[in-house]
């Protein structure tokens, strides 16, 4: 098994539009074509404040997917890094794919001189929390949206 992650380049992008389609499909939502378009436009661009992205790449195949951002805290000097989507293939899951994702953005965001990354994940979603729970520590924090 060869693991490779790297950033998401252009040549990827139906490999990428896969991956996150079944993403937003895990989380029984969907975006429309000018979110897609928009998306990958951000993920290749050379803004230091847009998103970025990496792939998984195993054994020559895409099989995961992470995008992250660094932004402004207000309750510390240097940024802090949100780490927004993370998506391996089910056929793959069990096999590091997640954790080797993850470590992938804190190590961007230590070359960044970023120490905080955090991330959001769904109650029910058990089998991505056993791997967040050996890596990062759960918050009390609950979200809230505009109603």
Known sequence: MTLEIRPVSKDDEPAWRRLWTDYLSFYE?????????????????????????????????????????????????EDVCYLQDLYADPEVRGRGIGRALIEAVYGAADAAGC?????????????????????????????????
């Open 115 to 147: 120490p905080t990354v955090y991330w959001l994940t769904q109650e029910f979603n058990a089998t991505a929390r056993r791997l967040y729970d050996r890596i990062g520590t759960v918050t009390p924090f609950i979200k809230y949206n505009r109603g």
């Open 29 to 77: 939502t969907s975006v429309g074509e000018d979110v897609y378009r928009m998306s990958v436009s951000r993920l290749l661009s050379d803004d230091p404040a847009e998103f970025r992205g990496r792939l998984a790449v195993l054994d020559g195949a895409p099989v995961g997917l992470v995008h992250f951002v660094f932004h402004r805290h207000m309750w510390r000097v």
